[in-house]
């Protein structure tokens, strides 16, 4: 029995060619053009229509978030020069304060301020 189904199977070998093969036969139809009709884009069109906006969406998505990352860098360097101005006005700010800036600056001003060699005196008050 097992010799006549192999005989079979050989004696016609057109048989092997016209056999259907599982899952090619969207293939085929898309080849001949039969699948891209009327009726399947009547019978797919919510698929075809939330495959659209889920890729409508992404694309919103990716120059949203282009423009954030622009915008991120440039505030970055913004940040940066306003950093670094802050410590040029830190270092003026220290040069000024310096006690021989000070006198320098009384002295050119005419102010008659003068520096004082000893620190103030601390009074205390008894009761007995």
Not at 54 to 71: D, E, P, V, W
């Amino acid at each position: 029995m097992a010799d006549t189904t192999q005989d079979n199977s050989i004696s016609n070998p057109g048989q092997a060619s016209r056999r259907r093969i599982p899952g090619l036969g969207w293939f085929r139809e898309l080849r001949y053009g039969r699948s891209v009709s009327i009726d399947f884009f009547r019978r797919n069109a919510w698929l075809l229509i939330s495959i659209l906006v889920a890729l409508l969406a992404l694309m919103g998505l990716r120059y949203k978030t282009k423009t954030k990352m622009q915008q991120i860098k440039t505030l970055e360097r913004e940040l940066v020069r306003a950093e670094s101005a802050k410590l040029q006005e830190k270092a003026e700010y220290m040069s000024l304060i310096r006690e021989s800036e000070m006198q320098r600056l009384s002295d050119q001003r005419n102010l008659g301020l003068t520096f004082q060699e000893q620190p103030p005196y601390t009074l205390t008050y008894e009761k007995d």
